[in-house]
């Protein structure tokens, strides 16, 4: 399997909270993605990063912000958790812009 | 904004049946890229097509990139058990290079 790891696994937490989920890749893969998946949406892009402290917006960027301080690790903050935040994370990787994701096994997030 | 049509939202086929299903947009893409999803899994890379035309198949799995580069089609053939899962297409852009996905296919296999 390609070197992908998304931490938590599973979390659950409280409503105006901030929430950090890791994505750490093994790959030395330059470019790095966040998406949300939810039912009736498919994937949806979160940010992005095409490099060590680039990163860019995607579609469903509001509330949520991003830092890449290394190569390996691509991380995905929740400023103030809402319950429309509640889905599963996936992170992804790819050696060059149009070249097939590696995604992540996900992180069910759940706000309550 | 862009997107992609994937159809049919979901299917229900007998062991042994061929299945297909496409993904359609009025953008021009320059990549298709076709995934799988397993239950509790991130989508897994299958086929990926590059060119207009192309027509490339990964064991029972086969997929083409649409001519006029709006639309590509999967085919899988004489389904197995383990085939059933989410199918999402995805297309690469022409006008930005952003990569889009469709709302998959669900694949249901009856006993």
């Known amino acids: 399997d390609a070197g992908i790891t998304q931490s938590p696994r599973h979390k659950v937490t409280e409503t105006g909270t901030p929430v950090t989920l890791r994505c750490h890749q093994t790959e030395n893969h330059r470019y790095m993605y966040w998406y949300r998946q939810d039912p009736g949406h498919g994937l949806r892009l979160i940010h992005y990063s095409y490099g060590v402290k680039d990163t860019d917006k995607g579609e469903v960027s509001d509330g949520y912000s991003v830092s890449r301080s290394k190569t390996e690790d691509f991380l995905l903050t929740l400023e103030s958790a809402t319950s429309s935040q509640t889905s599963v994370y996936f992170c992804?990787?790819?050696?060059?812009?149009?070249?097939?994701?590696?995604f992540g096994s996900g992180t069910r997030l759940t706000v309550v | 904004g862009q997107q992609l049509n994937q159809s049919p939202q979901s299917m229900f086929i007998q062991e042994g049946e061929d299945v297909s299903m496409n993904c359609t947009s009025s953008?021009?893409?320059?990549?298709w890229l076709w995934y799988k999803q397993d239950p509790g899994e991130g989508p897994v890379l299958l086929i990926a097509?590059?060119?207009?035309?192309e027509l490339t198949s990964n064991g029972r799995l086969t997929a083409q990139f649409g001519i006029t580069r709006k639309d590509s089609f999967l085919n899988i053939s004489a389904s197995i058990p383990s085939d059933v899962g989410i199918y999402f297409c995805?297309?690469?852009?022409?006008?930005?290079?952003?990569?889009?996905f469709g709302k998959g296919t669900r694949l249901h296999i009856l006993p």
């Open positions: 953008s021009i893409f320059n990549t």
């Open positions: 097509l590059y060119k207009a035309g």
């Open positions: 992804a990787i790819s050696e060059t812009a149009n070249y097939g994701y590696t």
């Open positions: 995805a297309g690469q852009l022409l006008v930005d290079d952003k990569i889009i």
